[in-house]
């Protein structure tokens, strides 16, 4: 009986060792699969190459509008629900003006953006905080295209009736998703080491201006929405 017992036993063992290194290696192997994948969504697609001066062939009006626009703003960051107008106002090639008052006026931030550096002209306190203000950069950068990158790719996707344009430089990806029938850009990523950091979704084009636009990380609780006023 005892021998039987200790049989039984190594044949239960070994399963259960079989059955780990099977598992494990499904693992493994979906790991690598996923990888894989996120290294470069578009590789299978049609590329063409740009040169950085030909950055304007991407159809977004925003960074290129000589108009003041303005937004009504929520922003959500943690706790905090702000409320107010955003106004945006193009001063210079590559310098842009960005303001945030209350609906009575009262200034809650005023930034100036110079060739993708935000320079502080005013910021409540408790808002002026180093990592708040690094945040604030990175957002309007990306909604107003003036990161700096070394590459410009378009991609095309005609399955998705997309394209898709994607500024890299280093790890840092950013991508404008350009509907191909309204020609707009509908969908904006920004993505760090093929993990998605940020999103905007751009809705219901005014012209060439986008009326809504929400902007999202995915990293820390900070969510904007904006609604087209001018």
Same mark, same amino acid.
């Given at each position: 009986?005892?021998?039987?017992?200790?049989?039984?036993?190594?044949?239960?063992?070994?399963?259960?060792?079989?059955?780990?290194?099977?598992?494990?290696?499904?693992?493994?192997?979906?790991?690598?699969?996923?990888?894989?994948?996120?290294?470069?969504?578009?590789?299978?697609?049609?590329?063409?190459?740009?040169?950085?001066?030909?950055?304007? $062939?991407?159809? %977004?009006?925003?960074? =290129?509008?000589? &108009?003041? #626009? /303005?937004?009504? !703003?929520?922003?959500?960051?943690?706790?905090?629900?702000?409320?107010?107008?955003?106004?945006?106002?193009?001063?210079?090639?590559?310098?842009?003006?960005?303001?945030?008052?209350?609906?009575?006026?009262?200034?809650?931030?005023?930034?100036?953006?110079?060739?993708?550096?935000? $320079?502080?002209? %005013?910021?409540?306190? =408790?808002?002026? &905080?180093? #990592? /708040?203000?690094? !945040?604030?950069?990175?957002?309007?950068?990306?909604?107003?295209?003036?990161?700096?990158?070394?590459?410009?790719?378009?991609?095309?996707?005609?399955?998705?009736?997309?394209?898709?344009?994607?500024?890299?430089?280093?790890?840092?990806?950013?991508?404008?998703?350009?509907?191909? $029938?309204?020609?707009?850009?509908?969908?904006?990523?920004? &993505?760090?080491?093929?993990?998605?950091?940020?999103?905007?979704?751009?809705?219901?084009?005014?012209?060439?201006?986008?009326?809504?636009?929400?902007?999202?990380?995915?990293?820390?609780?900070?969510?904007?929405?904006?609604?087209?006023?001018?």
């Amino acid at each position: 009986m005892k021998s039987e017992f200790r049989i039984q036993k190594i044949k239960i063992l070994h399963i259960i060792r079989n059955s780990k290194f099977v598992i494990l290696n499904s693992i493994f192997f979906s790991i690598l699969v996923v990888i894989s994948s996120c290294s470069n969504p578009y590789k299978k697609l049609s590329k063409q190459d740009y040169s950085h001066s030909q950055i304007k $062939n991407i159809p %977004y009006a925003l960074p =290129y509008s000589e &108009k003041t #626009i /303005i937004y009504k !703003t929520d922003i959500r960051f943690y706790k905090n629900d702000i409320s107010g107008l955003l106004i945006i106002k193009k001063t210079d090639e590559s310098v842009y003006r960005i303001a945030l008052t209350t609906q009575f006026g009262l200034k809650i931030f005023d930034f100036e953006l110079n060739q993708g550096n935000l $320079n502080v002209k %005013y910021c409540v306190e =408790y808002l002026n &905080k180093k #990592i /708040i203000l690094n !945040t604030f950069e990175m957002d309007f950068n990306l909604l107003l295209m003036q990161m700096n990158f070394e590459s410009l790719t378009a991609y095309d996707n005609k399955m998705e009736s997309q394209r898709v344009w994607q500024l890299k430089s280093g790890k840092l990806n950013y991508n404008y998703i350009q509907n191909i $029938n309204s020609d707009k850009i509908e969908n904006i990523r920004f &993505k760090k080491r093929n993990s998605e950091k940020i999103s905007l979704g751009l809705h219901s084009y005014k012209g060439d201006i986008p009326e809504n636009i929400s902007l999202q990380h995915h990293n820390i609780k900070l969510e904007m929405n904006l609604k087209l006023i001018q």
